[in-house]
């Protein structure tokens, strides 16, 4: 598949849409930990890799399940043409929302 922003627009219905992923995915990389982390998108699947510096797009509505892998520099270079990371309030709002909590297990019963 070609990379750029007309094969990431393919992938989903809306310019909005594609906005929307924009931004998240750009949040994730200028704030997110440095893990590989799958966000889920009602149109598409994206993965970021940080160790590996990529991030991979996955249709889930194509028949094909295509894929579109580009660099974190590519992709920031394409997508910060149509969104930016988010910052102030909606940035404290996505890390309550994004933040992993870890509940303590009941005690084993026995």
Not at 11 to 38: K, N, Q, R, Y
Not at 45 to 55: A, E, I, W
């Amino acid at each position: 598949m070609e990379d750029g922003l007309p094969a990431l627009r393919a992938l989903v219905f809306s310019d909005s849409d594609l906005a929307e992923v924009c931004t998240i995915v750009l949040t994730v990389l200028a704030h997110g930990e440095p893990l590989v982390e799958t966000l889920n998108f009602n149109e598409l699947d994206v993965t970021v890799d940080r160790p590996q510096r990529l991030v991979t797009f996955q249709g889930i509505l194509s028949v094909n399940d295509e894929t579109m892998e580009l660099s974190e520099e590519r992709f920031v270079e394409l997508s910060s043409t149509i969104a930016q990371p988010l910052t102030g309030e909606a940035l404290a709002q996505w890390q309550q929302r994004s933040a992993r909590h870890v509940w303590p297990m009941p005690p084993a019963s026995g």
